[in-house]
């Protein structure tokens, strides 16, 4: 069986009186409380370090893609039909972010 380390820290009454609720509310000593805390914290950061790597990924596809869409439209019969794109895009994005715009 693992045996507990003792971490001691001080905080002000509020946030000690903060505590002692949730861990009352969650039928937990506020040791348990707080332990689950800090344990789902570190568990958090590497779902959190996956989802950013999941979100490079994504990101890379996406750029592949619109580079890959760009260059069939430039090469398409309908040569208005690249502008029409880029400007039907433009609308788009412009009111939901204007940076993505440009």
Not at 55 to 80: M, N, W, Y
Request: hydrophobic share 35%; aromatic share 6%.
């Amino acid at each position: 069986m693992t045996r507990n380390v003792s971490i001691q820290t001080y905080l002000p009454k509020h946030v000690a009186a903060w505590f002692q609720d949730e861990a009352t509310r969650a039928k937990q000593s506020r040791s348990q409380w707080i332990g689950a805390i800090v344990t789902d914290l570190f568990q958090g950061q590497e779902f959190r370090e996956e989802g950013r790597r999941n979100v490079e990924h994504i990101k890379r596809q996406l750029t592949f893609i619109a580079v890959a869409l760009d260059g069939l439209l430039l090469e398409h019969p309908d040569k208005s039909l690249r502008g029409r794109v880029h400007e039907a895009h433009r609308r788009k994005v412009t009111p939901a972010d204007p940076e993505q715009g440009q």
